[in-house]
């Protein structure tokens, strides 16, 4: 059964500090793992998408890495700003279509 | 931008009531999803549908949950006698092949 872990569950960094977000999976056969932004009250935006087939993935200040063999992905986000304050979630797309959610990292970034 | 959306935004109901939430995916997607997220817990996995039958579902989707597309354009989920329980955000999603994108939610309340 796949399970995914996101550490820390909480992160407060000064504004323009560069961070890396860790997710975990215990099952390596995923078909694609997406990282999400969540504002409170609100719904996932998707920030990136890596495929199983990919290492990382990169928009503007973000970078998505994935390495299946050890079950793990990175979020880097680079010159953290304080509009980056929100919850971000990683997801592992399993057979059938099946997404796994990580809990999500409670990001707040102090200006 | 193409965007998912979800009516109603917020749906009160009185426990043993049937409900009925209604999305409307991107529109060249054939892949849609619905989750549930009860407040400060996980984003959690119900169905996923691809050509018009269940790809995959958890064990959270059981005999009160369908999902059906009436027609081209709509996807709902019906909850035919709900429960306390049920309280919770319910979030549609589409992809078009990997990359997910969700609609803003509609928050489900049982009395």
């Known amino acids: 059964k796949q399970e995914v872990t996101q550490i820390p569950a909480a992160l407060s960094v000064p504004e323009g500090e560069n961070l890396v977000l860790n997710c975990s999976f215990t099952?390596?056969?995923?078909?694609?793992l997406q990282w999400f932004r969540q504002d409170p009250g609100k719904g996932l935006t998707s920030l990136l998408l890596i495929q199983s087939s990919q290492r990382e993935q990169t928009s503007g200040r973000l970078n998505a890495s994935l390495d299946k063999s050890s079950g793990r992905s990175t979020l880097y986000i680079a010159a953290s700003q304080p509009g980056d304050s929100a919850t971000y979630l990683c997801?592992?797309?399993?057979?059938?279509?099946?997404?796994?959610f990580g809990a999500g990292t409670r990001l707040f970034v102090k200006a | 931008e193409p965007e998912v959306t979800q009516t109603p935004s917020h749906q009160v109901t009185q426990m043993g009531q049937e409900v009925i939430l209604r999305c409307v995916p991107i529109s060249n997607h054939l892949y849609f999803y619905w989750y549930r997220q009860i407040l400060g817990q996980k984003v959690e996995f119900l169905v996923s549908f691809y050509n018009n039958e269940i790809s995959e579902k958890s064990e959270i989707f059981d005999d009160q949950f369908s999902v059906e597309r009436p027609d081209g354009s709509n996807f709902t989920l019906k909850i035919r006698s709900t429960k306390l329980e049920d309280s919770a955000m319910y979030f549609c999603?589409?992809?078009?092949?990997?990359?997910?994108?969700f609609g803003p939610g509609t928050r489900l309340t049982v009395l």
């Open positions: 099952d390596s056969a995923i078909y694609n």
């Open positions: 997801a592992a797309l399993t057979g059938g279509f099946k997404t796994i």
């Open positions: 999603a589409s992809s078009a092949h990997n990359e997910q994108f």
